[in-house]
């Protein structure tokens, strides 16, 4: 079967920086995205890797190892709005998301 | 309209009505999509569309009909609601589906069966 992994909560504090894991099985791979969704508001996109390697996008960073089928997003300087969940999901063979259930991230004070 | 509208925002509906919720988007997009989000799972597909006039089932058919008249609309029908299918329902859109795209959601519909 197809199975995404991602924590379900995590707490990480202002100005700090926080790392959130993906592992995925899928039936072939396509890409991996990361997404952000505000309690109450839709998902939106954040980043998409494809390649082994580090993609950096300002304060957000995504890494990917497609052997080890692992991906993480990593968010520096956090700030109070970056409270969301946020969600993991692999493009597979058939070009459909698979979607992980999300972590939601808490940040303190 | 910029992007994608969803309506109703939200409803409560008894069990055993017809429902349809409306989706449509603006930005001339092949692809379109209907997930359902629930508390402690992923989003989930529901059905699919390609192209105006070609439709797919996802992961979670049963119970849910779509319909793609032309580019901009994709409705979806629940033909005889049960609360199971209380849930939020996203659409959402991409330039295609056979590529590498992101996809843009709608802000949602907060359904509650009874």
């Known amino acids: 079967g197809q199975n995404i992994d991602q924590p379900t909560e995590m707490t990480a504090t202002e100005g700090a920086i926080v790392q959130i894991n993906c592992t995925y099985q899928t039936s072939g791979f396509n890409g991996l995205f990361w997404y952000q969704q505000h309690a109450g508001e839709a998902p939106t996109f954040l980043s998409y890797n494809v390649l082994d390697g580090l993609e950096e996008k300002g304060r957000f960073s995504s890494f990917l190892s497609r052997s080890k089928g692992y991906s993480y997003l990593l968010l520096k300087e956090l700030q109070m709005k970056d409270s969301a969940s946020y969600l993991c999901?692999?493009?597979?063979?058939?070009?459909?998301?698979?979607w992980g259930a999300g972590t939601k991230l808490i940040i303190k004070p | 309209i910029a992007g994608i509208t969803q309506a109703p925002t939200s409803q409560i509906l008894a069990a055993g009505r017809r429902m349809t919720l409306r989706c449509t988007q603006d930005m001339r997009h092949n692809a379109m999509y209907w997930y359902r989000q629930d508390l402690g799972l992923g989003l989930r597909l529901i059905h699919y569309?390609?192209?105006?006039?070609?439709?797919g089932k996802g992961e979670v058919p049963d119970g849910y009909s779509v319909s793609r008249a032309n580019t901009d609309d994709f409705p979806l029908t629940l033909a005889s609601a049960v609360p199971s299918q209380t849930s939020v329902y996203f659409c959402a859109s991409s330039d295609s589906i056979s590529q590498v795209n992101e996809q843009f959601f709608g802000p949602g519909t907060r359904l509650t069966v009874l």
């Open positions: 569309s390609n192209t105006a006039g070609t439709t």
């Open positions: 999901a692999v493009l597979d063979s058939n070009y459909q998301l698979i």
